[in-house]
């Protein structure tokens, strides 16, 4: 099956600081989706992405999804406190697939205040 | 709209026994999951539905089954609880439209013993 590389796997980083993570894939995939999961609840959508290049802000967060349809990256900027979680990427093929997600392993973010 | 929501929150097994899970969707999605999610894993997919009547299987459908005899309910049965089965499930629905996005519940905290 598909399989989704997740990197980095945790990250532990001072409040205020950039955090960078992505997702690279063995195949390809027609959208692009990131989520956040807090602790004891279930995944959010945070942002998605629909076309190869595009780029994709959500308030401090900006997503894109890579010009060979093959990976994303996410990027939050100035963190705090409240964006400790973990994030997920997941990749979508519509249509044929019926909108099955293919998930990452997840990035385990921990933001020092 | 209450969205997805999930009984119980939390469940204790023992070995052999059996129980339903509950998810309802108040919001007319067609597309219905199921997830399991173990620690430092992302979700894998049990089963799905594209509409009430119809329901496939995931990845790891094993141990499991479902029914959709409407759009808003879509139970998960555990037949015989094993100890692999001790995990979190989650439910999400989609509406097939614009925005090919699947929205989760808060997740169903399995231990079987």
């Known amino acids: 099956g598909q399989q989704l590389n997740q990197s980095p796997q945790s990250m532990f980083i001072q409040e205020g600081e950039d955090v960078s993570m992505n997702c690279t894939s063995s195949?390809?995939?027609?959208?692009w989706l990131w989520y956040k999961q807090d602790p004891g609840e279930g995944p959010v959508l945070l942002i998605a992405l629909y076309k190869a290049g595009e780029l994709t802000s959500n308030g401090r967060l900006t997503a894109q999804f890579g010009i060979t349809r093959k990976d994303s990256f996410l990027n939050i900027s100035a963190s705090i406190p409240s964006d400790v979680g973990i994030y997920f990427c997941?990749?979508?093929?519509?249509?044929?697939?019926?909108?099955?997600?293919?998930f990452g392993k997840g990035t385990l973010l921990t933001v020092n205040p | 709209n209450a969205g997805v929501t999930q009984t119980p929150k939390f469940r204790i097994l023992k070995i052999g026994q059996s129980m339903t899970l509950q998810c309802t969707q108040d919001?007319?999605?067609?597309?219905m999951y199921w997830y399991r999610q173990d620690p430092g894993m992302g979700l894998k997919l049990i089963y799905y539905?594209?509409?009430?009547?119809?329901?496939d299987k995931g990845e790891v459908p094993n141990g499991y089954n479902v029914s959709r005899s409407t759009t808003e309910d879509f139970p998960l049965r555990l037949e015989l609880a094993a100890p692999s089965q001790t995990s979190v499930y989650f439910c999400?629905?989609?509406?097939?439209?614009?925005?090919?996005?699947?929205?989760f519940g808060p997740g169903t905290r399995l231990t079987v013993t």
């Open positions: 539905s594209v509409g009430a009547g119809i329901t």
């Open positions: 919001m007319n999605h067609n597309y």
């Open positions: 195949s390809i995939f027609n959208t």
């Open positions: 997941a990749g979508q093929n519509s249509g044929g697939s019926n909108y099955k997600l293919t």
């Open positions: 999400a629905s989609l509406r097939q439209g614009k925005a090919y996005e699947q929205y």
